[in-house]
């Protein structure tokens, strides 16, 4: 038997057309042993047009012609006009009508060779979706430590931040976030606490110290009769201004509370635990 008839030959004569998997007119004719070549199959395919529906049969286009040529074997490049391709099924009716002493077995290999490409196809396909997944959740993972660290960038807390002359929203919102770090209690450490910082205090239910000189405390007094989470100390020992957030956390303010954002200053976040320890220490003496 011809070499031509070898299955893995002819899988290399399956190509895809519109979809399908289909064979030349020209291939058949030899695999099937047709003296005259095409003419044999076109002709044996007109005496029986009705059994070959477009499923199974179709003419290539121009288009279609010439981005299969690159494909063809050498001996395929001598095709001057455009053929006919036979799918599965076609390639099966035609053997069922030529008369030829090949047709019978080699319409066997054929279909054999027909199940190897689609085989290969759907192995092919499956590790192709097998390695877009693994692409996928590894880029998902990507995209889930992106979030992570986005998250945990946004966590942070925006302190150690250097404050100009008019930006007071900027410092008053950095103020309020600050305060709403607190879980229970909040130390405020200031010689000027005025209405601005009880107006604020007034929104939040924590437990609030309050360490001031006694300047303007006629503003607690009328505080103190409808709220009742703000205690107010008066000494003088203190100069700086801190705010203390569950005694865990330290807070240094350059400016009175009352004052940020009118001259240049900075906020910053104190990580010496002995400092906090200490602060807390001599905050706790004043009765």
Same mark, same amino acid.
């Given at each position: ?33 047709? *003296?005259?070549? &095409? ?23 121009? &288009? ?10 050498? !001996?395929?490049?001598? /095709? ?6 036979? !799918? ?15 047709? +019978? ?20 396909? !499956?590790?192709? @979706? ?39 929203? +900027?410092?008053?919102?950095?103020? @309020? +976030? /600050? ?7 909040? #130390?405020?450490? $200031?010689?000027?606490?005025? *209405?601005? #910082? ?7 239910? *924590? ?25 107010? #100390? ?11 957030? +569950?005694?865990?956390? @330290? ?8 004052? @940020? ?15 906090? $320890? ?8 004043? *009765?």
């Amino acid at each position: 038997m011809n070499e031509l008839v070898k299955e893995e030959k002819i899988e290399n004569m399956i190509y895809e057309v519109r979809g399908r998997q289909v064979m030349l007119d020209s291939d058949l004719a030899k695999l099937y042993g047709c *003296k005259n070549g &095409t003419k044999t199959v076109n002709l044996a395919v007109k005496r029986h047009l009705n059994r070959f529906p477009k499923e199974f049969y179709f003419r290539l286009t121009e &288009t279609e012609f010439n981005n299969l040529r690159f494909q063809f074997e050498t !001996t395929n490049n001598k /095709i001057r006009t455009l053929p006919y391709v036979f !799918t599965e099924q076609g390639c099966v009716q035609l053997a069922s009508i030529l008369r030829t002493e090949a047709a +019978d077995e080699m319409s066997v290999l054929i279909v054999n060779a027909f199940v190897a490409m689609r085989h290969y196809i759907m192995n092919n396909h !499956t590790d192709l @979706l097998i390695n877009m997944d693994n692409r996928i959740s590894a880029n998902s993972n990507k995209i889930k430590q992106i979030e992570n660290t986005l998250n945990e960038m946004n966590k942070k807390e925006k302190v150690n931040t250097l404050f100009f002359e008019g930006q007071i929203y +900027d410092a008053y919102s950095l103020l @309020l +976030d /600050i305060l709403k770090r607190a879980k229970k209690e909040i #130390i405020i450490i $200031d010689n000027y606490i005025d *209405k601005n #910082i009880l107006d604020i205090l007034s929104k939040t239910n *924590k437990k609030v110290i309050l360490y001031t000189n006694g300047y303007n405390n006629k503003d607690y007094y009328k505080y103190k009769k409808e709220y009742s989470n703000v205690k107010l #100390i008066v000494t003088n020992i203190f100069h700086d201004r801190f705010i203390i957030i +569950d005694r865990k956390k @330290l807070y240094h303010s350059g400016a009175s509370f009352k004052d @940020l954002g009118v001259k240049c200053f900075a906020i910053s976040k104190i990580e010496d635990k002995e400092i906090l $320890d200490n602060l807390i220490k001599h905050a706790n003496m004043i *009765k």
